[in-house]
């Protein structure tokens, strides 16, 4: 059972040696630090107290923030018609692919359309700019209300996704040529046969504004996109809210809180103390978790270089 943030608002207030109801520190701000506390302790984005650098740690994957989501893939279409801005239709030759309703990607413009009629969208919005015919319509996807970051995207369950910036998307495209990129992928790895199919250019995508997830996928529909992602700390903000770090390390929150606010207040020995201690209490957490992965990986399949297979 997870600790709630009156339990962390009560460490706090503790050490400092003040009451909750008279402190120089409202709940407002206690409340406030103890959630960027939270954050960055899931993000590993702590701050040395002395040197004002971020700690050059590498974490690990953290069991109880990391999470995945399943796509189905879109295959790429254009448009057979120019669209024109504030217009609420767009036309294309075949958009039966496409999800009944949802946003597009067209020349880095992000569009919304809340119908479709398998050639046309409808009830389209956010045209910011006219798109000529033959325009490249991509579906764009919606990332997760509680994403944070994320750790790999799969393809198929076979081959994890190349990322690429979003701002080098229009000109990667436009510059595609068919057969200029490909691979081989065996046809059967179950039976090992030894048929080969060619993938004309790998699958790559791209996260939006941390909002978007955009996949391109030239010729394929309705194959898995397994997204593998580190969801946000929920802000605790009830006294009856739980700490998203388990029961065993939570208390590091608090004490991280405190000694941010006693180095503040240019009671930096006293701070220093804390923040070592708990710092090291941190650090343990992610060797114990460090620990656990290596040995669940260790009862799995990784990609190899030649059947690409995953299997996670």
């Not at 899931?42 to 953290?62: G, M, R, Y």
């Not at 194959?223 to 739980?242: A, F, Q, R, V």
């Amino acid at each position: 059972m997870a600790q709630t943030l009156q339990w962390l608002r009560d460490i706090y207030y503790a050490i400092l040696k003040e009451d909750e109801d008279s402190s120089a520190y409202p709940l407002i701000l206690t409340d406030s630090l103890l959630n960027s506390t939270q954050r960055n302790i899931c993000a590993w984005n702590l701050i040395d107290l002395t040197t004002q650098k971020k700690e050059q740690i590498q974490k690990t994957s953290l069991p109880f923030i990391s999470t995945d989501k399943f796509y189905s893939s879109v295959q790429d279409n254009y448009l057979d018609t120019t669209a024109i801005v504030w217009w609420t239709t767009l036309s294309l030759a075949d958009s039966s692919n496409f999800a009944s309703s949802g946003k597009l990607w067209i020349n880095e413009n992000i569009i919304t359309y809340t119908g479709n009629t398998w050639t046309w969208f409808t009830w389209v919005t956010w045209i910011e700019f006219a798109h000529l015919s033959w325009s490249r319509v991509s579906q764009l996807f919606d990332l997760p209300t509680d994403f944070a970051s994320s750790t790999r995207v799969i393809y198929d369950n076979r081959k994890a996704l190349d990322p690429i910036d979003y701002k080098n998307l229009y000109l990667e495209l436009n510059n595609f040529k068919p057969g200029s990129v490909w691979t081989t992928w065996p046809i059967d790895t179950t039976n090992n046969s030894s048929g080969f199919i060619w993938d004309w250019i790998r699958p790559f995508y791209t996260i939006i504004h941390g909002t978007y997830l955009l996949p391109f996928q030239y010729d394929v529909s309705n194959n898995m996109i397994h997204m593998l992602y580190e969801k946000k700390p929920t802000t605790l903000s009830s006294w009856t809210d739980e700490a998203i770090i388990p029961e065993e390390y939570a208390d590091v929150i608090a004490y991280i809180a405190v000694a941010k606010t006693l180095y503040n207040r240019w009671e930096e020995d006293r701070a220093l103390k804390l923040w070592n201690y708990w710092l090291w209490e941190v650090l343990s957490m992610y060797d114990f978790y460090w620990k656990q992965n290596m040995e669940k990986l260790s009862n799995q399949r990784v990609e190899t270089g030649k059947d690409a297979i995953l299997n996670i």
